[in-house]
């Protein structure tokens, strides 16, 4: 019954921005860390953000300063606004929810995955 929807994603240039929301819900949203990975053809899937429940941020050195993590608890609802995109950034995005939280690896014991949405940043 735990659904977690991604939305925002896209084709965009070089150097432009995007935000992508994460709506979730059958589940308690407040008691949640909340994640966003991301997998290129060919990689291994990687965490780049988290916020912990109460509002703690991680970013991942390759993303550090140029993306920016907000949960929304009205609306049960996390976002990522992305700037400065490059092609590098090139990927599918996944939103989660996880049970955990640390400061070194960010969100851990996922209970839930979205289904991923494609971002493309054209060279």
């Known amino acids: 019954q735990v659904q977690v929807v991604e939305s925002g994603g896209g084709l965009v240039q070089t150097g432009e921005s995007l935000t992508l929301s994460c709506t979730v819900s059958?589940?308690?949203?407040?008691?949640?860390?909340m994640g966003w990975f991301r997998q290129a053809p060919g990689k291994e899937r990687e965490g780049i953000s988290c916020?912990?429940?109460?509002?703690?941020?991680y970013y991942t050195d390759v993303v550090k300063g140029r993306f920016t993590i907000s949960r929304n608890s009205a609306e049960s609802s996390v976002s990522l606004q992305m700037d400065s995109l490059k092609p590098e950034d090139t990927a599918m995005y996944y939103c989660?929810?996880?049970?955990?939280?640390?400061?070194?690896?960010?969100?851990?014991?996922?209970?839930?995955w979205g289904r991923g949405i494609q971002v493309t940043v054209s060279s």
């Open positions: 059958g589940l308690r949203f407040d008691g949640y860390q």
């Open positions: 989660a929810a996880a049970l955990s939280f640390n400061t070194r690896n960010g969100c851990g014991q996922i209970k839930s």
């Open positions: 916020i912990s429940a109460s509002g703690i941020t």
